[in-house]
């Protein structure tokens, strides 16, 4: 029995003494899948929460304690800096690290991994600081840095990129035997009370926003200009809400991944009074990423922006309303036409009473812990860089159902 444990250990160089989880960055999508990590510790074993600012680490790490009676370690850490990441998951020796902090830090981290043999999960693809451009090439190309270190990367658990991909995945493996369009619909209904405030991270969110739409079709990336394609959708539990078309990463993947699609395409909801203001800020050029030189300094507007702006972690408590995110699919069952509507509704002020967050970081954070734990109890195996409609949908959505996100599959009219 002992010689086979460690035959076993040798063929897949499992390194039995790594444990617990090591997550970096410390916002509101992190203080969800902390607090959630802590609620699932069983699976965890231990929790570091490792950020650049450590007295938001500590913050998170308190109100754990106080809520949750669990105790995580915290680190101050810069994730820019791939020898102090090496050096701090050594420290650590984790089993498994999870990047929540921005999509700048994607490749650091994942590169720090590799030198470790450390498995990697993050909820949003890599972004360069100077240009405001999104694509998973980059991250894509560690394949054969992962699969040599025998280690995997799970790529996008957040809801939009994660459960978007989750729900098509299952779609396609228990509803259709063909899916041919998907509209990804992400709808939230909350109110916090603002004039203008953005749900997560500012720069990541304005930079999403104001940039060309573009959707997939027959093969082809079709684009348009910045939320010129608008549809007035009936969200489940919500209403009607003006839907516009963005171009958003998921749709990178799940073109290559669900096969024999013809279209999809992502649409999310914004209020007039975003709208008006984002074109206003855009149009005196506070949404431009280049720094210009202010009184002798070089600042760059949209950080200036986003230091102006209310921090997204502090809307929790005055977010009021719902979300709903989901995907419509349509294909064909067994030679016959079907369309279906898959979704979670969450409510702002139920997330926070839980996590002290709102639903915009909840929705992000619960799924980032899913990911987290079916790659950490080996439910999701592999090496290499892997999107997350790469891998078993079902166990997902079984967690989803007992973890704060239950969901729902609903059967649509055909046009
Ligand atoms: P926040 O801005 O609230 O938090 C980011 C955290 O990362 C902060 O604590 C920040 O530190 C830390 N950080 C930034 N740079 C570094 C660095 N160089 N070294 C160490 N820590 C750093 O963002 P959110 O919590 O809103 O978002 C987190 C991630 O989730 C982002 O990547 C975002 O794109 C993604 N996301 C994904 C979604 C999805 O559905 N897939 C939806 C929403 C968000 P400091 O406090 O010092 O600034």
């Known amino acids: 029995m002992v010689l086979a444990i460690i035959?076993?250990?040798?063929?897949?160089?499992?390194?039995?003494?790594?444990?617990?989880?090591?997550?970096?960055?410390?916002?509101g999508v992190s203080r969800v899948a902390t607090t959630k990590?802590?609620?699932?510790?069983?699976?965890?074993?231990?929790?570091?929460?490792?950020?650049?600012?450590?007295?938001?680490?500590?913050?998170?790490?308190?109100?754990?304690?106080?809520?949750?009676?669990?105790?995580?370690?915290?680190?101050?850490?810069d994730a820019d800096n791939v020898p102090a990441?090496?050096?701090?998951i050594k420290e650590v020796n984790p089993k498994l690290v999870l990047n929540l902090a921005l999509p700048y830090q994607d490749l650091t981290i994942m590169d720090a991994c590799v030198e470790t043999g450390v498995d990697y999960v993050d909820t949003a693809n890599y972004e360069h600081p100077d240009i405001a451009k999104f694509e998973y090439k980059e991250q894509w190309a560690k394949q054969e840095d992962f699969k040599k270190?025998?280690?995997?990367?799970?790529?996008?658990?957040?809801?939009?990129?994660?459960?978007?991909?989750?729900?098509?995945?299952y779609a396609q493996a228990n509803l259709f035997d063909s899916i041919e369009y998907i509209d990804i619909m992400d709808c939230n209904a909350g109110d916090h009370g603002y004039a203008f405030a953005t749900n997560f991270n500012p720069e990541i969110n304005l930079r999403e926003v104001s940039a060309k739409g573009r959707y997939w079709q027959e093969g082809k990336w079709i684009e348009t200009e910045p939320l010129a394609i608008r549809i007035d959708h009936d969200y489940p539990e919500i209403g009607v809400k003006p839907s516009y078309l963005l171009y958003h990463e998921e749709l990178e993947s799940l073109c290559k991944n669900i096969k024999g699609l013809k279209r999809i395409r992502f649409f999310m909801t914004f209020g007039d009074s975003y709208i008006t203001h984002m074109k206003c800020l855009e149009n005196v050029g506070m949404l431009g990423i280049k720094e210009v030189e202010h009184k002798g300094m070089m600042i760059s507007p949209m950080e200036f922006l986003a230091t102006l702006l209310p921090d997204p972690a502090s809307l929790g408590p005055r977010t009021v309303g719902k979300t709903n995110i989901g995907c419509i699919i349509e294909g064909l069952k067994d030679g016959k036409r079907k369309k279906v509507y898959i979704y979670n509704i969450c409510d702002h002020q139920e997330c926070y009473k839980e996590t002290l967050a709102q639903a915009v970081s909840y929705t992000t954070g619960v799924p980032a812990m899913i990911g987290s734990k079916l790659i950490y109890n080996g439910t999701w195996k592999g090496q290499g860089v892997f999107n997350i409609e790469e891998f078993d949908a079902n166990p997902f959505m079984e967690e989803m159902m007992h973890q704060g996100l239950p969901w729902k599959v609903i059967d649509l009219p055909l046009d």
Do not use: H, Y
């Open 7 to 27: 035959a076993l250990r040798n063929k897949w160089r499992i390194d039995m003494s790594k444990k617990g989880i090591l997550i970096i960055g410390a916002g």
């Open 37 to 77: 990590c802590a609620m699932n510790i069983d699976t965890f074993e231990n929790i570091t929460l490792a950020s650049r600012t450590l007295i938001k680490c500590e913050a998170i790490r308190d109100d754990i304690k106080k809520r949750q009676k669990v105790q995580i370690a915290v680190r101050q850490i």
């Open 85 to 88: 990441l090496v050096e701090l």
């Open 149 to 169: 270190a025998n280690i995997k990367a799970l790529l996008g658990s957040g809801f939009d990129p994660g459960v978007t991909g989750v729900f098509c995945a």
